[in-house]
C-alpha cells in the first residue's frame, strides 16, 4: 500500500525512517509488513506476540526514542502516529512497547527528560517508566506473568 509515505535516509552509516507527509495525531501511517518469523529477537526484528519476532521490512529503520512520535500496534500490524507528524520527521517508537528482552541492548542518548538510557526491553523498566507509553499486549501479558511468578517467594508454612 502506502511505500512512499516513509523513507529510508542513511547518515554516517545510520539509518533513519523519515516521513515524507504530514500525518495527524492517531493516523494511520504504515501497514506493518511481516516477512519472515524468527522464535528469538534480532536487531532487525520486532516482538509479534509471546513466541514470534519478525522482520517488518522498511521499518526496520525506525529508530527508538524515549519520547516517540509513532507506535507499532502489533495486534492490527500497524504504525500509528501518537502526536501531529510534519513531512521531513523522523520517525521513532518506544522499543520496550514490543520488545520484551532485546538481542542487542543500547544505550540511548535521545536527551529527553524521561529518557531510560539502557534500552534492552521493558523486563528491564520499572512500572513509573513503563506507565507512560502504550504496551503491546505480549508485553502487559509479561509483566503480569513476572508479578505472578513473585508467589514463589512465600514460604511454605510450617505444620506444628
Ligand atoms: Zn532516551
Same mark, same amino acid.
Given at each position: 500500500?502506502? #511505500?512512499?509515505?516513509?523513507?529510508?535516509?542513511?547518515?554516517?552509516?545510520?539509518?533513519?525512517? *523519515? $516521513?515524507?507527509? !504530514?500525518? &495527524?495525531? /492517531?493516523?494511520?501511517?504504515?501497514?506493518?509488513?511481516?516477512?519472515?518469523?524468527?522464535?528469538?529477537?534480532?536487531?532487525?526484528?520486532?516482538?509479534?506476540?509471546?513466541?514470534?519476532?519478525?522482520?517488518?521490512?522498511?521499518?526496520?529503520?525506525?529508530?527508538? #526514542?524515549?519520547?516517540?512520535?509513532?507506535?507499532?500496534?502489533?495486534?492490527?500490524?500497524?504504525? *500509528? $502516529?501518537?502526536? !501531529?507528524? &510534519?513531512? /521531513?520527521?523522523?520517525?521513532?517508537?518506544?522499543?520496550?512497547?514490543?520488545?520484551?528482552?532485546?538481542?542487542?541492548?543500547?544505550?540511548?542518548?535521545?536527551?529527553?527528560?524521561?529518557?531510560?538510557?539502557?534500552?534492552?526491553?521493558?523486563?528491564?523498566?520499572?512500572?513509573?517508566?513503563?506507565?507512560?507509553?502504550?504496551?503491546?499486549?505480549?508485553?502487559?501479558?509479561?509483566?503480569?506473568?513476572?508479578?505472578?511468578?513473585?508467589?514463589?517467594?512465600?514460604?511454605?508454612?510450617?505444620?506444628?
Amino acid at each position: 500500500m502506502s #511505500s512512499d509515505v516513509i523513507t529510508i535516509r542513511t547518515e554516517n552509516k545510520v539509518r533513519s525512517l *523519515i $516521513a515524507r507527509q !504530514d500525518f &495527524k495525531c /492517531g493516523d494511520v501511517v504504515y501497514q506493518i509488513p511481516s516477512e519472515k518469523l524468527f522464535d528469538k529477537p534480532n536487531r532487525f526484528t520486532v516482538q509479534m506476540d509471546r513466541e514470534r519476532h519478525t522482520e517488518v521490512g522498511k521499518l526496520s529503520a525506525l529508530n527508538h #526514542s524515549c519520547d516517540p512520535n509513532v507506535i507499532l500496534d502489533m495486534d492490527r500490524m500497524l504504525v *500509528i $502516529a501518537n502526536r !501531529d507528524i &510534519k513531512a /521531513g520527521d523522523e520517525l521513532s517508537f518506544f522499543y520496550p512497547s514490543t520488545e520484551w528482552e532485546m538481542a542487542a541492548p543500547f544505550i540511548c542518548l535521545c536527551g529527553s527528560p524521561r529518557c531510560i538510557h539502557v534500552v534492552a526491553g521493558a523486563r528491564f523498566l520499572p512500572f513509573s517508566t513503563l506507565e507512560h507509553h502504550y504496551l503491546n499486549r505480549h508485553i502487559r501479558e509479561q509483566i503480569i506473568d513476572l508479578l505472578n511468578d513473585t508467589q514463589r517467594h512465600l514460604p511454605e508454612m510450617k505444620q506444628k
